[in-house]
């Protein structure tokens, strides 16, 4: 059975920082691309980052660009999202997906394996 848990949600004044941490288990993701995706209260999800396979690429939503990093620990099966400079309008669960593909991408639909989700909540 494959499992992505996510952790390192939790509550940051704005300006601050979190790490978000998503644990593969029961399947490899190593020749794999991995997002993160986030969802907002009476929002749709909405894409944030992804990594290609090698974790050669990356690729992010513009809300987030120069904020954000997405990195990955393939030997762990671990993807990371390291996110500063934290602002109230990026307070969402925060999902962690693998992709069906080896390159990133920014589609949903792309995506077949999906984590739980971790709350991220920006305090002004």
């Known amino acids: 059975q494959v499992q992505l848990v996510e952790s390192g949600g939790g509550l940051v004044q704005a300006g601050g920082s979190l790490r978000l941490s998503c644990a593969a288990s029961?399947?490899?993701?190593?020749?794999?691309?991995m997002g993160w995706f986030r969802q907002a209260p009476g929002k749709e999800r909405e894409f944030v980052a992804t990594?290609?396979?090698?974790?050669?690429?990356?690729y992010y939503a513009d809300s987030v660009k120069g904020r954000f990093t997405i990195s990955r620990n393939s030997a762990k099966n671990t993807v990371y999202l390291q996110m500063n400079s934290l602002k109230p309008e990026d307070t969402a669960v925060y999902y962690c997906?693998?992709?069906?593909?080896?390159?990133?991408?920014?589609?949903?639909?792309?995506?077949?394996?999906w984590g739980q989700g971790t709350q991220v909540t920006v305090s002004s």
């Open positions: 997906a693998g992709c069906r593909r080896s390159f990133t991408s920014t589609v949903q639909s792309d995506y077949n394996y």
């Open positions: 029961g399947r490899t993701f190593t020749n794999y691309a």
């Open positions: 990594i290609n396979w090698s974790g050669s690429s990356t």
